[in-house]
């Protein structure tokens, strides 16, 4: 068991090394899932406004880098950037709304 955890520990620290903003990104982006879900459950205000916030962030980081130092699949990557942007500003639209 100690060599699983140790193994996806040695990942975790060659991937931030590769790519360290791509590794910000999807730290994002799973801390926006999991902000997006307690918000599913608790219907507070604050973590649908954190995780939409985060949503935002990540989409436009990921929007940067792709313009600064385009990668292999840059056009899907840019689309689902821009999925994602739309997606959570038309959340933040309707929070605004709504209040």
Do not use: C, K
């Amino acid at each position: 068991m100690t060599m699983r955890w140790h193994f996806w520990l040695n990942s975790l620290i060659l991937s931030f090394q590769h790519n360290p903003p791509r590794f910000v990104e999807l730290l994002m982006l799973f801390l926006a899932i999991a902000m997006l879900t307690v918000a599913t459950i608790l219907p507070d205000r604050p973590y649908l406004i954190l995780g939409l916030s985060l949503v935002i962030g990540s989409s436009v980081s990921i929007l940067v880098r792709e313009a600064i130092v385009p990668s292999p699949q840059t056009r899907i990557t840019q689309v689902t950037a821009l999925i994602l942007l739309f997606i959570s500003l038309y959340g933040f639209a309707d929070l605004i709304n709504t209040l």
